[in-house]
């Protein structure tokens, strides 16, 4: 009777566990899929514009809607002139918390975040074939629309404005750390000569000028406030429209960012922070902007074989489910770097599989296909007549394609 009812016992809680886990992976894919990273609760102070205008910058978002983005060029200059201007540790202040842990710290950068990715957005709006811009682009009105300049449209501008945003937020948040590092040091190191000496000022009798709490159940590392996935996602998805020799390295290092964030507040196994968990189109951005990179020396075609497949298997490393998108761009990259020779036609067909296994397979990974140069394979040329020449999606096996749709960043939207 004892061992039943621990078998029994045991199961119920094992299924319970279960049932947890795949609430809380349910929660951060719904969170994650979203273009914005956080939902402020009190109402955000509005920026003086000038000529008695105010701009409210948005905290709360709409589900269902798409997030704000500054459309105005005038007001893109002027915000932006305004965050990168501001001292140093004022955008994200430390704030002692009794907390003091990286919920609180996300709390106290949100009003700096939400405005930031408001500029962010609108950067990226102004660049043609990006998301934000298919978003948006019903979005402006006649006097936005007039009010751009060249400037405001080039894309490596755009691209080099969001960088400096995005660097200005990874120095707070460091200086943010740093300052709370400096403090829960200085607490502990006078909690221990208080022990030291026996004094009975302990506890309750404390002074209470001081409210961080140094108790070493809080995590004493996580990932910076300030940066967000979603503001990787939009210069990543950015960056295809204006490459260069450096994109296939400039990616490589975002990525590396990236997944160093989503280890440092808990890897795959305690990581429920929306803002550092990537998603398809951190990744699949990524590959295209590589994919878009001209072939123009030997050092930019090394870059990009190297980090388009270290991106590759940094998918499986995040728990990201590889799609369609993916195995198009990695073909497109194989296409392009690649010699045409039967190496490239081997290591598609290998691409092929992979895609074929993981069920994935639609229209654009069969284009791909047909574009790699195999050098007059006769093997590879056979495989394309058997299988994808003159073919469309519907005229393969439904088992190849079954998540061809579901696995997409936004369903209706194959490029991510």
Not at 315 to 327: F, G, Q
């Amino acid at each position: 009777i004892n061992i039943s009812i621990n078998i029994s016992i045991n199961i119920s809680i094992n299924i319970k566990m279960s049932m947890a886990t795949n609430c809380v992976l349910t929660r951060i894919t719904r969170i994650s899929r979203r273009s914005f990273a956080s939902v402020a609760v009190e109402a955000a102070s509005s920026l003086s514009m000038g000529n008695n205008s105010n701009v409210s910058i948005p905290t709360r978002h709409s589900r269902h809607d798409p997030p704000p983005a500054c459309l105005s060029s005038a007001q893109l200059k002027e915000v932006t002139e305004e965050i990168m201007g501001s001292k140093p540790g004022t955008l994200i202040p430390y704030e002692p918390s009794r907390r003091d842990d990286s919920l609180h710290a996300w709390e106290v950068a949100d009003e700096s975040i939400q405005k930031v990715e408001w500029l962010i957005r609108g950067y990226s709006a102004q660049v043609n074939d990006t998301k934000m811009q298919m978003i948006y682009s019903n979005f402006k009105s006649d006097e936005q629309q007039s009010d751009q300049n060249t400037e405001d449209t080039d894309p490596a501008h755009c691209v080099k404005s969001i960088q400096d945003l995005m660097t200005r937020m990874e120095t707070e948040g460091n200086m943010y750390m740093d300052l709370r590092h400096q403090m829960r040091s200085q607490l502990a190191l006078e909690d221990q000569q208080e022990s030291e000496r026996g004094d009975s000022f302990i506890g309750d009798q404390r002074s209470t000028d001081i409210t961080v709490n140094t108790n070493t159940s809080t995590p004493l590392v996580f990932a910076p406030p300030g940066q967000t996935i979603g503001m990787f996602d939009t210069l990543l998805d950015t960056m295809p429209m204006a490459t260069n020799i450096e994109t296939p390295k400039t990616v490589g290092d975002l990525l590396r960012t990236v997944n160093q964030r989503f280890d440092q507040d808990g890897g795959l196994q305690y990581n429920v922070n929306p803002n550092t968990v990537p998603t398809q189109m951190t990744f699949n951005a990524g590959l295209r902007a590589i994919a878009n990179t001209q072939n123009m020396s030997e050092s930019t075609r090394d870059d990009a074989i190297m980090y388009a497949f270290a991106t590759f298997e940094g998918l499986r490393d995040s728990n990201v489910k590889r799609n369609a998108a993916t195995y198009a761009y990695m073909l497109q990259i194989v296409s392009t770097f690649f010699p045409p020779s039967e190496m490239a036609g081997n290591i598609s067909h290998a691409l092929w599989l992979m895609a074929q296994e993981d069920q994935v397979i639609d229209t654009k990974v069969m284009r791909a296909m047909e574009v790699v140069q195999c050098g007059n394979s006769d093997n590879y040329q056979s495989f394309l007549k058997e299988t994808i020449l003159d073919k469309t999606v519907d005229d393969i096996p439904q088992r190849w394609k079954k998540f061809g749709r579901s696995l997409r960043f936004a369903y209706d939207d194959d490029t991510y």
